[in-house]
């Protein structure tokens, strides 16, 4: 496996690969790998002659320093989880390569990044695509791979590569999720054990709701009760958001119609916040 930590390297690879007939994937990560990335790699090593995977903790996407110094980093570790599953190339590049002193370029997601994650992150959505355009610029792939639990950062991603006519094909993955169904994230593992547990309420909450939605209640209001009912359970959550959008535009909705329709969930415990989401579906 190649490791790459400059961007210049790092691209004369991906064009010697393209230039070889080999397609090329990439899978942007802040490391600290598990089964959700593990995942999303699988399916790029079936898709793809190469595959790429970035390592890189994002300072701009933190609004909150402890999470930034708090994230885990487990370098050695990743390196040989994408070693044992036959990734290609590495790309890990230092903060100081990234952003050296004088970087001040961004690139400012439009109205789909403003509700949710927007309201509550400000300025993570311009954090998140301005990082994945320097993954994008120095990895150079033909498809990137992103998980569904990140149901927004996909939805923006997916809007910059058409408004930047980028030309990268964005393939997205379902959520890997434990067996009591709590959503894998690289910030579990900073939950006390009982904390773990009563997390996995999270999801139950979303399955309530949809299973309310499959025997036909369509309004909004009603279908968040029902997943808060769930939550008022676990008193030590703190439900930053509940909300009921339709997929295309995320802008939260009354009642469900005919679209693609998603509910989404951000919740704190301590100081740990994680976010989980569920198409509803028949
Ligand atoms: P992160 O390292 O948290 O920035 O995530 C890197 C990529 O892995 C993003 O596209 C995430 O959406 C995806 N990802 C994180 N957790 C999961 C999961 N449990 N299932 C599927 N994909 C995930």
């Known amino acids: 496996m190649?490791?790459?930590?400059?961007?210049?390297?790092?691209?004369?690879?991906?064009?010697?690969?393209?230039?070889?007939?080999?397609?090329?994937?990439?899978?942007p990560t802040m490391g600290a790998l598990h089964e959700g990335h593990v995942s999303l790699i699988e399916v790029a090593l079936r898709d793809c002659d190469r595959v790429i995977v970035t390592v890189f903790v994002n300072s701009l996407q933190f609004n909150n320093p402890d999470d930034y110094f708090n994230y885990p980093q487990l370098m050695d570790a990743d390196t040989q989880i994408c070693r044992d599953l036959g990734v290609d190339a590495l790309y890990c590049p230092s903060p100081q390569t990234m952003?050296?002193?004088?970087?001040?370029?961004?690139?400012?997601?439009?109205?789909?990044?403003?509700?949710?994650?927007?309201?509550?992150?400000?300025?993570?959505?311009?954090?998140?695509?301005?990082?994945?355009?320097?993954?994008?610029?120095?990895?150079?792939?033909?498809?990137?791979?992103?998980?569904?639990?990140?149901?927004?950062?996909?939805?923006?991603?997916?809007?910059?590569?058409?408004?930047?006519?980028?030309?990268?094909?964005?393939i997205?993955?379902?959520?890997?999720?434990?067996?009591?169904?709590?959503?894998?994230?690289?910030?579990?593992?900073r939950?006390?054990?009982?904390?773990?547990?009563?997390?996995?309420?999270?999801?139950?909450?979303?399955q309530a709701a949809n299973e309310s939605f499959k025997n036909g209640e369509r309004m909004s209001s009603a279908l968040k009760s029902i997943a808060n009912?769930?939550?008022?359970?676990?008193?030590?959550?703190?439900?930053?958001y509940i909300e009921i959008f339709e997929a295309h535009n995320f802008i939260p909705i009354a009642e469900i119609g005919v679209n693609r329709s998603i509910m989404a969930v951000a919740v704190w415990f301590g100081d740990v916040r994680l976010i989980d989401n569920i198409e509803f579906a028949m």
Not at 7 to 13: G, I, L, T
């Open 2 to 27: 190649k490791i790459f930590v400059q961007p210049d390297e790092m691209r004369d690879w991906s064009r010697q690969q393209r230039a070889n007939g080999l397609s090329t994937g990439c899978v």
């Open 99 to 170: 952003y050296p002193s004088g970087f001040e370029t961004h690139v400012l997601p439009g109205p789909i990044s403003f509700p949710l994650e927007g309201v509550c992150r400000p300025d993570h959505f311009t954090g998140v695509a301005t990082v994945v355009t320097k993954l994008f610029n120095a990895t150079q792939p033909d498809r990137a791979y992103f998980g569904l639990k990140d149901i927004q950062q996909l939805a923006v991603i997916e809007r910059m590569v058409t408004d930047f006519d980028l030309g990268i094909k964005i």
């Open 172 to 189: 997205s993955v379902p959520t890997v999720r434990q067996p009591d169904g709590l959503a894998l994230s690289s910030r579990n593992d």
């Open 191 to 206: 939950l006390t054990s009982d904390q773990k547990d009563k997390a996995s309420m999270i999801y139950r909450g979303l």
């Open 229 to 240: 009912e769930v939550y008022a359970k676990i008193p030590e959550a703190r439900i930053e």
